[in-house]
């Protein structure tokens, strides 16, 4: 039967309503944010960059990840304008936190008969970030009360000063327990011997120089450690030797009566600084710039001695303590204003550096299953030593006293002249009682 004789039209087509889910696309649209946030917490754990993966650490408030990356930034390159113009306490703990433990950067240690390195080594914080030291002093004995001390820094060093002043050195047999310690001989076998390790992810060239190793500092260990300006690199993959020679400069006792501007240096007890127990010129140089730099940006820095109620500058404000850094070195009337004269007592190093490469896998190759454990690591041995037993020390002193003037004198007149004492009593006698009753 054909359709129009039924008196039906022909059939239109008919179109299905399909129910639609107003929730599908912000399901999308939520679906991919995490994955998107999952991608970038998996980043943030794998990445070069310090202090990076504790911005995607779960239950961390967004506002703490932000202050995070304003924190992180404090030990990159002053050009980089990140974060608040200042910070808290907080920004030293997540330094400590973030930065790589002493078990991870050093795998061995060895001192005489100690070979812990938790109990040979203390952190301390520097201009380069946290850093590890062998034989400073405790920050009690470091730092006066008036200088503001971080609590965890603070519990972290707990050798306190036993037989030992910077003036007289050990006042103790060779055989008492003091500290800072103290070798009785030269030679590698006296020496410090340390394994160090560095992990190929902590190499981050966004934010300083891509230069891989370690830098070292020796120094007295009443001075307070300045990592850009006087430092030495220790490379990785070689074995490294360093030889130290010590150069003590000595005052005489009797230039206390000369003004230090005459002596050109300090005695201990002449001038005292606020934030440190010990004068130094190093000292003496970080307190003033310290001072410059409150003065500059209105605030610290997070590795310079301050006071409670100074802030600690953030990200934002590193730019400025760089600028005011470079001013004040390069300013010959700001260092002349501080007057930062040497120590009447002072003790620097000269080191001889030598090193050769390690044929690590050579090594690995008899032991594979440390070759496994040290994977994307590397590795370099050091070895620390005084050169000699004996050094002399530098003496300064009078050239010419009130003492040697006279020797001097009388010694030309007695031997052009011959004279003498009695020589000086006579002509008094002349010029004086004998004159009165010869014109009287």
Known sequence: MDARSNGLGPMEPVYAAVDRDPTATDRKRTTLLQKTWAYFKEYCVNTSLHGLKYVGEDQCPLAQRTQYLGYASLICDGNKMVGANTTDEDAIEFLLKAAPKLAQTLLNCSWHSEDNCSCLFDTVLTDEGICFTFNSIAYDDFFTDKAHQNNTLRHSRVNQVRGWSLDEGYTGRASEAVYPRRTVSAGAAAGLTIVTSTDDQNIDANCRWPVQGFKMLLHSPGDFP????????????????????????MTSEALHSYSPDGRRCYFSSERSLYFFRYYSEENCMTECLANFTVQRCGCAAYYMPRKKNVPI????????????????????????????????????????????????????????????????????????????????????????????????????????????????????????????????
């Open 226 to 249: 300045n990592m850009k300006t006087q430092f030495f690199r220790i490379p990785v993959d070689r074995d490294v030797v360093v030889s130290v020679q010590p150069r003590v400069m």
């Open 313 to 440: 500058c953030g990200g934002a404000r590193m730019r400025c303590i760089k600028i005011g850094e470079d001013d004040f070195y390069g300013s010959e009337r700001n260092l002349a204003d501080c007057h930062c004269l040497p120590g009447c007592m002072e003790i620097k190093y000269t080191a001889e550096i030598s090193h050769s490469q390690i044929l690590w896998h050579k090594y690995f190759e008899q032991k594979p299953e440390v070759a496994a454990k040290l994977e994307n690591k590397t590795h370099g041995k050091t070895v620390i030593y005084f050169k000699n037993s004996h050094f002399i020390p530098s003496h300064r002193s009078e050239l010419y006293g009130f003492t040697t003037f006279m020797a001097n004198c009388g010694g030309l007149l007695g031997l052009f002249l011959g004279f003498s004492v009695l020589s000086l009593i006579e002509f008094m006698y002349f010029l004086t009682a004998r004159a009165l009753c010869y014109f009287s």
